[in-house]
């Protein structure tokens, strides 16, 4: 069973403007780390922003918040304000508490496109 | 400081070929993880490396492929014999402590034909 589910192959979204990339998870532990990486075309992997899944609130680093819903086990990353930069492949990812190596198990992306 | 450097950036090999790919971790980062990205699917965990011992090699595909990391520090990632499916992009990652964040290198764009 897909544990990280992005269902956005691709998304588009003009500049200025918020966008939200969805992303679901399966997991029957109580304690686990969400995570989102973007990749721009260069090719490195960037961290951008971190939700555990005992925090009370929603994570936020500057113009990226992640929408964590833990009822529904959805943990969507929110773009504020788009900037042309931004235009990338986004992943989401978990990490499950039992998992004592801290390996990281990722969705299947989206491409993320802004345009002018 | 030095991110996580890998070499090469893009390797083309016939099938059957060898390829080692090299994965440079920040300097005193304990942990280090191949990954692998097959065309449009979700990054795979490959392995994990604490220092020089191999923690979790749950998701190596088969016995062709061997990783090392001799003396704890950089690592490499060895294809022999490669097949066309070993396409894709290999990531290095590497955390100073096992459960932080990971920093993840360029990748290796690796083409089989």
């Known amino acids: 069973a897909q544990k990280i589910t992005q269902t956005q192959p691709g998304m588009f979204v003009q500049e200025k403007e918020a966008v939200t990339l969805d992303c679901t998870y399966d997991?029957?532990?109580?304690?686990?780390?969400l995570f989102w990486y973007k990749q721009p075309s260069s090719g490195e992997m960037i961290f951008l922003i971190y939700?555990?899944?005992?925090?009370?609130q929603n994570a936020t680093e500057g113009r990226y918040s992640l929408n964590f819903q833990k009822a529904r086990k959805s943990a969507n990353l929110v773009i504020s304000a788009s900037q042309l930069g931004d235009s990338a492949m986004y992943f989401c990812?978990?990490?499950?508490?039992?998992?004592?190596?801290?390996?990281?198990?990722f969705g299947q992306g989206t491409e993320l496109s802004v345009k002018p | 400081e030095a991110g996580v450097t890998q070499f090469p950036s893009h390797s083309v090999i016939e099938k059957g070929q060898t390829v080692t790919l090299r994965c440079d971790p920040i300097?005193?980062?304990?942990?280090l993880y191949w990954y692998r990205r097959v065309m449009g699917k979700e990054i795979k965990f490959l392995l994990h490396?604490?220092?020089?011992?191999?923690?979790?090699e749950s998701g190596m595909p088969n016995n062709r492929f061997l990783a090392e990391r001799t003396g704890g520090t950089y690592s490499t990632l060895k294809v022999q014999p490669a097949e066309l499916e070993d396409s894709g992009v290999y990531f290095c990652?590497?955390?100073?402590?096992?459960?932080?964040?990971?920093?993840f290198g360029s990748g290796t764009q690796l083409s089989v034909l």
């Open positions: 490396f604490v220092k020089e011992s191999k923690q979790d």
């Open positions: 990652a590497s955390s100073q402590q096992t459960g932080e964040k990971l920093f």
């Open positions: 939700q555990g899944s005992y925090d009370e």
């Open positions: 997991t029957s532990d109580q304690s686990y780390g």
């Open positions: 300097s005193g980062h304990d942990n």
């Open positions: 990812a978990m990490r499950e508490a039992f998992n004592q190596g801290g390996k990281l198990i």
